[in-house]
Every structure is written in C-alpha cells, then in structure tokens.
C-alpha cells in the first residue's frame, strides 16, 4: 500500500512562490508515476502537472504552464511542485497522487493513491 504526505503549502502573496512537497512510501517510488491535482472550494478537482515514473516526462495545466514545475527525486521518494508568480485563482487543496500506467494520467480516476491534502492560499 502505497501512503503519501504532502508538505509545504501556506499562505503567500500573489506574485509569491512555494515549493510543495510529496514524500511516499509503501511501493517502488520509481515505478509510480505522480501527478498533482487542486481543488478550490465549491470546484472539482483539477489537473495540474504530472511526471512520468522516470522523470523524463512532464505535462501540465494549461493554466500553470510557464508557472509551475513538477521534479522527482527517486532517491528520496518524493515529488515536488515548485510554484512560482502564484495567483489567487491557484488558491486550493493540493493533492499529490501516483499510479503505475504506462502512459502518465491527467484523470483523477487514473490514480489509486491520493495523499491528505495541502493548503495554499494566494492573498491578493
């Protein structure tokens, strides 16, 4: 069983960065591919940015891309997602997910693992 734990949301202002962090354990880290997806209040989830298990490929959001960026180190079983001229629409719970498919999803329902969840808010 696979078990993740993201870290480092907060609250920043717009114009501002963060670094999110996803720690696993449970599985061979470097055969999942990890995904982050966020979810504002009263919306559904939403893709943001997948890595391929081999860190060789990446895709994002349209509405990160340029902003964003999605890294692995399989030595240390973690995934994270650097964010950087943070605005108050990325203002939501994100979550970090990792699934063993060939091709790396950007479906929610690609992924049986899902962390707990981290907050940023974005203050305008």
């Known amino acids: 069983q696979v078990q993740l734990v993201e870290s480092g949301g907060g609250l920043v202002q717009a114009g501002g960065s963060l670094r999110l962090s996803c720690a696993a354990s449970g599985g061979t880290f470097s055969r999942f591919n990890m995904g982050w997806f966020r979810q504002a209040p009263g919306k559904e989830r939403d893709f943001v940015a997948v890595?391929?298990?081999?860190?060789?490929?990446?895709y994002y959001a349209d509405s990160v891309k340029g902003r964003f960026t999605i890294s692995r180190d399989n030595g240390k079983n973690t995934v994270y997602l650097q964010m950087n001229s943070l605005k108050p629409e990325d203002t939501a719970v994100y979550y970090c997910?990792?699934?063993?498919?060939?091709?790396?999803?950007?479906?929610?329902?690609?992924?049986?693992?899902w962390g707990q969840g981290t907050q940023v808010t974005v203050s305008s």
């Open positions: 997910a990792a699934a063993r498919t060939v091709v790396p999803g950007m479906k929610g329902y690609d992924y049986p693992y």
């Open positions: 890595i391929r298990w081999s860190g060789g490929s990446t």
